[in-house]
């Protein structure tokens, strides 16, 4: 009888440590360059050379595209490995800003555009997931205004007169969940484990204190 349990608390270890979680493969870093790479600079020119239109290739509307101003483009030092995440530091941004990022593609020859879900705005920097090497272009929504006007209107020698007022206010989309400032990349949730390793040792439970009843009884 010791044996057996012996045997069953074996198997429940073993079952521990071969188990494997069910998640997706965790990015690795990247860094950007100092300088863009002649390929590089290539894309960038043909990019600042007419960005409505590329932009608006991707799916903007023209007049998004029209409010966007390039805050900087960038070349990678290729990790080898990908997804990559590289953390891009942009002037004057603030987690509030809405930002666009842009990717070229070599073995197309044309601008991607990242999906939202692998951009996080922060203070001060970007922190975008890629798939590929190629350049980067960060584009930066400016802040929207819309002006409202009062006409002058006069009765007899009495003029008044209102003077147009502008406000102006910043919407803005933002995917963070971090507050952390390194180049570290995230990691994918384990999924699957918690449930399989419960079960398993329900059951092993079960059937040994079945078998210790069993035996007080047969000696009883």
């Known amino acids: 009888m010791k044996k057996l349990v012996a045997f069953l608390l074996a198997a429940v270890l073993v079952m521990g440590l071969t188990v494997t979680a069910f998640a997706a493969s965790s990015p690795t870093s990247a860094n950007i360059a100092d300088e863009l790479t002649a390929e590089d600079q290539a894309a960038v020119d043909e990019l600042t050379e007419d960005p409505i239109s590329i932009l608006t290739g991707l799916g903007i509307s023209s007049s998004d595209a029209a409010n966007l101003e390039l805050a900087g483009t960038y070349s990678l030092e290729s990790s080898g490995t990908w997804p990559a995440t590289v953390v891009i530091p942009v002037d004057g941004l603030t987690s509030s800003d809405s930002v666009t990022v842009l990717q070229y593609n070599y073995e197309t020859g044309a601008w991607e555009l990242v999906e939202d879900a692998n951009v ?10 890629v798939n590929h090497d190629g350049a980067l272009a960060v584009f930066v929504a400016e802040p929207e205004s819309s002006d409202t006007g009062t006409a ?9 007169s209102t003077s147009d007022t502008s406000t102006s206010t910043s919407t803005s989309t ?14 994918s949730p384990s999924t699957g484990e918690a449930p399989v390793m419960a079960g398993f040792v329900a059951i092993i439970a079960i059937a040994a204190a079945g078998m210790l009843v069993s035996r007080k009884r047969h000696f009883a």
């Open 174 to 187: 933002s995917t963070s969940s971090d507050s952390d400032s390194s180049s570290s990349s995230t990691t």
């Open 152 to 160: 002058n209107t006069s009765t007899g020698t009495d003029d008044t």
């Open 120 to 129: 996080e705005v922060y203070d001060g920097y970007v922190k975008v997931t």
